[in-house]
């Protein structure tokens, strides 16, 4: 394996001082035994920033697809990757579908006239007579 | 994942969850990728992916790579191997890492 301080990703630590990863590994509520050295704590950290969020991942799925939620665990990691690789090409994830939780259709649309002033009944009657036209 | 990792094309196979092939003294097995489920399962096992000389040196772990054959390799048959049936075959210590080595990388 290689020196924590060479893996992808931890170079970004290998500056840091010992009491700045100790307080990195408290802030994010990761255990380490004292005495430690720096190279253990970097170890940690850098396995912490790799740790999948699965809430994060079943959320996709389960926001995005029509997967059931018991289904997910039925699947491999690699196709969860292909399917969560894919879904920005079919669906906005984070714009939303217009009209459905948080879409701009959601808003409510502006009661007040565009100059803020209720509109006038010469307005109101133009806009009756439109419909006249109609039967 | 890269943009360009992302647009890479994936093999129907992998959709499928169909795993791959492996050749063993001769003959051919195949071996499918770990769901979700048991991802946790088979980490605690703790089992050697290195020199299997760790995992069969001891009942309890023997039984856990029999296990992981019998959950996740079939023979050309379509049946699912053991430990003993995999001996019978005549699979030696590196045959068993290379099914692990396959197991591993194919389950991402």
């Keep these: 394996m290689a020196p924590a301080d060479k893996k992808d990703g931890a170079e970004k630590y290998s500056n840091w001082e010992i009491d700045e990863l100790r307080k990195e590994c408290t802030k994010r509520n990761i255990k380490f035994i004292e005495p430690d050295n720096k190279e253990e704590l970097i170890k940690l950290l850098w396995q912490n920033d790799h740790t999948p969020d699965w809430a994060e991942v079943y959320t996709d799925l389960l926001c995005h697809t029509s997967i059931p939620y018991e289904e997910i665990a039925n699947r491999t990691i690699p196709q969860i990757d292909a399917i969560r690789s894919k879904l920005g090409k079919n669906i906005a994830i984070k714009i939303g579908i217009p009209g459905i939780f948080g879409g701009a259709l959601d808003n409510p649309p502006s009661t007040s006239s565009p100059t803020g002033k209720p509109p006038k009944l010469s307005e109101f009657a133009a806009f009756c007579n439109a419909f006249n036209s109609i039967s | ?108």
């Excluded at chain 2, 995992?55 to 699912?80: F, H, I, P, Q, R």
């Excluded at chain 2, 053991?82 to 890492?97: C, F, N, R, S, Y």
Aim: proline residues 2%; contains cysteine; negative net charge.
């Design chain 2, 1 to 108: 994942m890269s943009k360009q990792e992302a647009n890479a094309p994936v093999s129907l196979s992998t959709m499928l969850g169909a795993g791959e092939t492996f050749e063993a003294k001769g003959k051919t097995y195949t071996v499918k990728p770990i769901t979700l489920k048991h991802i946790e399962e088979f980490m605690a096992d703790n089992l050697s992916i290195g020199s299997q000389l760790f995992n069969l040196t001891n009942t309890e772990t023997k039984v856990k790579v029999s296990k992981w054959l019998g959950g996740y390799c079939t023979d050309e048959k379509g049946e699912l191997m053991t430990l003993e049936k995999a001996m019978d075959d005549g699979w030696d210590i590196v045959d068993l890492k290379n099914f692990f080595r396959k197991l591993c990388d194919l389950s991402g």
